[in-house]
């Protein structure tokens, strides 16, 4: 126990340059207090005591701004910086070392019972603030979701992905070729073509007729 808290505190100290000491990061930070607590709640959890599990869990909701489902997986070394308004949802699984910044959503897409919903994010994976991570996806290593994307689908490793549904900008070291954000095509004003040459064959159609 007390060696998974040094490891639990190192890590913060190592990520948060605003650390001053261990005991400030013991008691003030509502990310390492969610992620303990979050350990006890599953443990009640995977002994089938859900009653007690979720009431762990909510309780350290209306403390943190944090809601972690009881059956999420976390791996070791996650750290939840400011995380008011983080959730994880119950079949979420998260890898080792991985970051998560406030406003993140690992939530899910379906409401079938004993099926996986909800994302699986690799070890060393960054999720900026506000990002969503939807679905029963998976977000491969060293993955880092720019602030505020909607990821979807599928990420391979050492990529970066931002915008709404995300994209891959950015895949081991390189930039994608055939990414534009400038000139990329307006969908709306692509409709609006398209009607309007609809239009004109159907009035041509219908003067032909006449």
Same mark, same amino acid.
């Given at each position: 126990?007390?060696?998974?808290?040094?490891?639990?505190?190192?890590?913060?100290? &190592? @990520?948060?340059?605003?650390?001053?000491?261990?005991? &400030?990061?013991?008691?003030?930070?509502?990310?390492?207090?969610?992620?303990?607590?979050? @350990?006890?709640?599953?443990?009640?959890? @995977?002994?089938?005591?859900?009653?007690?599990?979720?009431?762990?869990?909510?309780?350290?909701?209306?403390?943190?701004?944090? &809601?972690?489902?009881?059956?999420?997986?976390?791996? #070791?070394?996650?750290?939840?910086?400011?995380?008011?308004?983080?959730?994880?949802?119950?079949?979420?699984?998260?890898?080792?070392?991985?970051?998560?910044?406030?406003?993140?959503?690992?939530?899910?897409?379906?409401?079938?019972?004993?099926?996986?919903?909800?994302?699986?994010?690799? #070890?060393?994976?960054?999720?900026?603030?506000?990002?969503?991570?939807?679905?029963?996806?998976?977000?491969?290593?060293?993955?880092?979701?720019?602030?505020?994307?909607?990821?979807?689908?599928?990420?391979? #490793?050492?990529?970066?992905?931002?915008?709404?549904?995300? @994209?891959?900008?950015?895949?081991?070291?390189?930039?994608?070729? #055939?990414?534009?954000?400038?000139?990329?095509?307006?969908?709306?004003?692509?409709?609006?073509?398209?009607?309007?040459?609809?239009?004109?064959?159907?009035?041509?159609?219908?003067?032909?007729? &006449?």
């Amino acid at each position: 126990m007390f060696r998974q808290l040094k490891r639990d505190i190192a890590v913060v100290r &190592e @990520r948060d340059a605003a650390a001053r000491s261990n005991l &400030e990061i013991l008691l003030l930070y509502n990310g390492l207090k969610a992620i303990r607590a979050h @350990r006890r709640a599953n443990w009640l959890y @995977r002994h089938k005591l859900y009653f007690l599990a979720r009431a762990n869990s909510q309780r350290i909701v209306r403390r943190t701004g944090i &809601e972690i489902h009881p059956g999420a997986t976390l791996g #070791d070394g996650l750290f939840i910086d400011h995380g008011v308004g983080v959730v994880i949802g119950e079949t979420a699984v998260v890898g080792e070392n991985c970051t998560i910044y406030q406003g993140v959503t690992l939530g899910g897409t379906g409401k079938e019972k004993g099926a996986k919903r909800h994302p699986t994010l690799g #070890d060393n994976v960054m999720v900026g603030s506000g990002a969503k991570v939807l679905g029963p996806i998976h977000i491969g290593n060293n993955v880092r979701v720019a602030a505020g994307a909607v990821v979807l689908s599928d990420v391979p #490793d050492n990529c970066t992905v931002v915008g709404v549904p995300a @994209r891959v900008v950015r895949c081991n070291g390189e930039r994608v070729a #055939d990414l534009d954000q400038v000139h990329i095509p307006d969908p709306v004003a692509q409709e609006l073509c398209r009607l309007q040459v609809e239009i004109e064959r159907l009035k041509k159609q219908n003067e032909t007729k &006449e």
